[in-house]
């Protein structure tokens, strides 16, 4: 009996422990614990299985100890094809880097950004010269 107590309690420990380290909140990990103590046959099984949340430092580490870039905070940069070599560049860019095509071309009339696909200028009406 004594020895059965002794391991229940190492696995609430455990338990504990491991689901603080793992952002559960405090009431959660006592549960988890208490649960682990009383049917650990059942409740260990689950928790290892549901109850394991990854913890805010195990997203930052990668296995080899190499910090990774959170995704929700890292802008990500839209890239499209150039319409001239195919290569894919930054939306944003004003000339493709590979084949020095322009991929935002300007309205010689008034100056204002066209789309490609346009003919004729939305602010001037001028026709819109393709070289």
Request: charged share 20%; proline share 5%; with cysteine.
């Amino acid at each position: 009996m004594g020895i059965s107590m002794l391991i229940g309690l190492v696995i609430a420990f455990f338990v504990y422990n491991d689901a603080q380290r793992r952002g559960q909140a405090f009431f959660t990990s006592v549960l988890w614990a208490v649960g682990s103590v009383a049917m650990p046959i059942i409740v260990v099984p689950l928790y290892l299985l549901i109850g394991r949340k990854v913890s805010v430092g195990d997203k930052q580490r990668t296995d080899s100890g190499t910090d990774i870039i959170d995704v929700e905070a890292t802008v990500v940069e839209e890239t499209v094809p150039c319409p001239m070599c195919g290569r894919m560049v930054q939306e944003d860019f004003k000339v493709c880097p590979y084949c020095s095509n322009t991929l935002h071309p300007k309205c010689h009339s008034c100056g204002q950004d066209l789309n490609r696909e346009w003919k004729v200028c939305p602010n001037c009406q001028a026709q819109v010269d393709r070289k």
